[in-house]
């Protein structure tokens, strides 16, 4: 099992930024792929994100690319999301996953066996 942990949301204006950081720490050799979700009120958990950590390897929602980066320290045990150009409709709690498969495709929630509590990211002016 692994435990995660996610720190860096907030407040933003239209076009501002935040890092959110993943503290990872438990049986990291067994994961493959980690990745970025998100969920809105009322909405469905969504992938924004997604890294396959033993080859460094990086896919993302065509709703992010451009504006977010996915990326891990060398040491593996933190996982981070630069998100620029921020936008209201990404607004939204952000949860860091990790699953012990090399997941191929549309990120889905069901591939993932881990998650943190999320952090809240609201872009509003």
């Known amino acids: 099992q692994v435990r995660l942990v996610e720190s860096g949301g907030g407040s933003v204006q239209p076009g501002g930024s935040l890092r959110l950081s993943c503290g990872v720490s438990g049986n990291t050799g067994s994961t493959y792929s980690m990745a970025w979700f998100r969920q809105a009120p009322g909405k469905e958990r969504e992938g924004v994100a997604r890294?396959?950590?033993?080859?460094?390897?990086?896919t993302y929602d065509d709703s992010v690319k451009g504006r977010f980066t996915i990326s891990q320290d060398n040491a593996k045990n933190n996982m981070y999301l630069q998100m620029n150009s921020l936008k209201p409709e990404d607004t939204a709690m952000y949860y860091c996953?990790?699953?012990?498969?090399?997941?191929?495709?549309?990120?889905?929630?069901?591939?993932?066996?881990?998650w943190g509590q999320g952090t809240q990211v609201t872009v509003s002016s």
């Open positions: 996953a990790a699953s012990r498969y090399i997941e191929s495709g549309r990120m889905a929630p069901s591939t993932y066996d881990d």
């Open positions: 890294i396959y950590t033993k080859k460094n390897i990086v």
